[in-house]
């Protein structure tokens, strides 16, 4: 007998609002300090997952098919092991995912949540949706334009925060000294979001100047490190659970880390509404919409770049049009599940900016991603000959052990080039 999975959807009601905690998987780290923040300027309780290890992944694989993405089983493992773990009430918390809403799986992570939620006898803890292509109606949750201006601003101030971390720390003369930087910089950010201060002009300037001047005045040793850039499907290339904390792990090896912002990836969900206008005559008005977001988007990223290009010897990231024209070079902008053509993109921009290295993070199985990434390996060896290109599968099987050996052989490579 054909068994049927719809079950109505729990809603997220206002009287929640006060008392109940949204638990979110912990996806861009940096990032997702800021909006833990701003969420709370506006009522909301959110907690940012970090719970590693197998008894998550197992969690995960429990109520979560092994044939879905990894990403799927560790976000939604994390969520569900919180709420096994006895740290929250299950009656008093949300969950929310983060979604896309392209053509790719991930836009069915939430119905997978939903499916393992109702397989655990917990249908009753309410799903909050966050997607590009438009939200569920939830009374208790809205997203005001202040609270989406400032969750946009927590990435732009989320990207450069990261970039300087990733530049500064692996030369810092006093450990920990640039960490205790990026927290006391979301904290002052946090501080002027709240008087609604530091978003625009002038006061975003007057800030993006601060925080390198604050970063660049670290006293630093003047060592070469081996420079390695990190790509890879949005998930793996940035959540420590994901990737076995890779960037650890390279700094552990006496790396200089770079890992693209994530304000190109926004530009690219943007920029693939106007392909896809392009290539398939798709909805003119929702190309207007998504082209003038992409603008805002790249006048922000314009203000970052400009600031730092004031420190020569800082590595200034490339404009999002500066990538598009890159990535030309290797594969088609019709490519665009997955992580698309701007996987490729992003490793022209780092081997053309010194960071020949580059870690291609995937999960095991991921069939667009291992298209742009480990596909265009070839193409861009004829290009770029010293470029040294590392894929490495994420997944529940695979050991941490093989993925450090392979990465250490890559920078046994590297040392010797
Ligand atoms: S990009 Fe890969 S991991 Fe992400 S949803 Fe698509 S298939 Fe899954």
């Known amino acids: 007998m054909k068994q049927s999975v719809t079950q109505e959807r729990v ?39 970090h719970y590693q290890g197998k008894k998550v992944i197992d ?18 493992g994390q969520q569900l092991y919180a709420l096994q773990c006895g740290d929250y009430d299950p009656h008093k918390v949300a969950l929310i995912q983060f979604q896309t809403g392209g053509g ?84 002052i950010l946090i501080g002027q979001f709240e008087h609604n201060k530091g978003l625009v002009g002038k006061g975003i300037m007057r800030n993006l100047r601060a925080i390198a001047e604050d970063f660049y005045n670290i006293e630093r040793v003047s060592d070469i490190k081996t420079r390695v850039g990190i790509v890879g499907e949005i998930y793996v290339k940035y959540s420590p659970f994901g990737n076995n904390n890779l960037e650890k792990f390279l700094e552990s090896q006496d790396c200089e880390v770079m890992v693209p912002g994530v304000l190109g990836f926004v530009q690219y969900c943007f920029h693939n509404v106007s392909m896809d206008y392009k290539l398939y005559g798709m909805n003119r008005y929702s190309r207007h919409v998504n082209r003038f977001a992409e603008k805002q988007a790249a006048k922000m990223e314009k203000r970052v770049i400009s600031v730092l290009k004031e420190y020569p010897d800082l590595i200034c990231p490339s404009t999002f049009e500066e990538l598009t024209s890159l990535g030309d070079k290797v594969i088609d902008r019709g490519v665009k599940m997955g992580e698309g053509w701007l996987l490729p993109a992003e490793m022209v921009e780092l081997i053309e900016k010194g960071f020949n290295n580059i870690v291609c993070a995937q999960p095991f199985g991921c069939l667009p991603n291992h298209i742009v990434g480990k596909g265009v390996i070839r193409t861009l060896k004829d290009l770029y000959p010293y470029s040294n290109v590392c894929p490495i599968d994420y997944d529940a099987g695979a050991t941490k052990v093989n993925q450090e050996n392979r990465i250490k052989l890559m920078l046994a490579v590297a040392r010797e080039q």
Not at 59 to 76: E, F, K, W
Not at 114 to 123: E, T, V, Y
Not at 169 to 177: D, T
């Open 104 to 187: 790719c799986r991930a836009s069915n992570y939430i119905k997978l949540l939903r499916k393992a939620l109702n397989n655990m006898g917990m249908g009753y803890v309410p799903v909050i949706s966050l997607s590009f292509s438009g939200m569920e109606k939830n009374s208790g949750f809205k997203l005001t334009p202040t609270m989406l201006y400032k969750g946009v601003m927590s990435v732009v101030y989320g990207d450069m925060l990261m970039l300087l971390r990733n530049q500064i720390k692996p030369y810092e003369v006093n450990a920990g000294e640039t960490e205790d930087k990026v927290n006391k910089w979301v904290d």
């Open 59 to 76: 969690t995960g694989l429990r109520y979560v098919h092994n044939d879905m993405c990894y990403p799927a089983i560790c976000s939604i």
């Open 11 to 49: 809603e997220f009601t206002k009287a929640m609002k006060g008392e109940y905690t949204i638990l979110a998987p912990d996806i861009f780290p940096m990032h997702m300090k800021l909006l833990e923040k701003v969420f709370a300027l506006y009522g909301y309780k959110l907690d940012v997952l």
